[in-house]
């Protein structure tokens, strides 16, 4: 059974999430906000988040003139897969790390070899 929570509540998780991620790490974070939807383009199914923008393995000269890059969370696909607040904050904790690897440049095969897939 998919865990019902408020926008607040979810958000609160996604800070939580945020807060796990090393401040060292998070520094090297260059142009990124993050954003959560209610529910992904259809096209792309119960995907629980996505990276978008040029990661910084392929930035090149002039890249600051870039829109910010985006990490979407997708608040449907996350809570419809968990079964109780704990096991959402986790999911959410890691989508988070999932996509903030994107802007680094990790591909999903090495995300998935890590143990982050």
């Given at each position: 059974?998919?865990?019902?929570?408020?926008?607040?509540?979810?958000?609160?998780?996604?800070?939580?999430?945020?807060?796990?991620?090393?401040?060292?790490?998070?520094?090297?974070?260059?142009?990124?906000?993050?954003?959560?939807?209610?529910?992904?383009?259809?096209?792309?199914?119960?995907?629980?988040?996505?990276?978008?923008?040029?990661?910084?393995?392929?930035?090149?000269?002039?890249?600051?003139?870039?829109?910010?890059?985006?990490?979407?969370?997708?608040?449907?696909?996350?809570s419809r897969m968990?079964?109780?607040?704990?096991?959402?904050?986790?999911?959410?904790?890691?989508?988070?790390?999932?996509?903030?690897?994107?802007?680094?440049?990790i591909d999903d095969?090495?995300?998935?070899?890590?143990?982050?897939?």
């Open positions: 059974m998919p865990v019902l929570v408020d926008d607040a509540t979810f958000d609160d998780a996604v800070g939580a999430a945020l807060d796990e991620v090393p401040v060292a790490l998070m520094d090297l974070l260059d142009n990124v906000v993050f954003l959560v939807e209610d529910e992904p383009p259809e096209e792309l199914g119960d995907l629980l988040g996505l990276y978008e923008g040029t990661p910084l393995t392929e930035r090149g000269w002039g890249a600051e003139a870039l829109l910010p890059d985006r990490i979407y969370l997708y608040r449907g696909p996350l968990c079964d109780d607040l704990d096991h959402l904050r986790n999911e959410v904790t890691v989508t988070v790390v999932h996509e903030i690897a994107h802007h680094f440049g095969e090495r995300l998935h070899a890590m143990g982050w897939g």
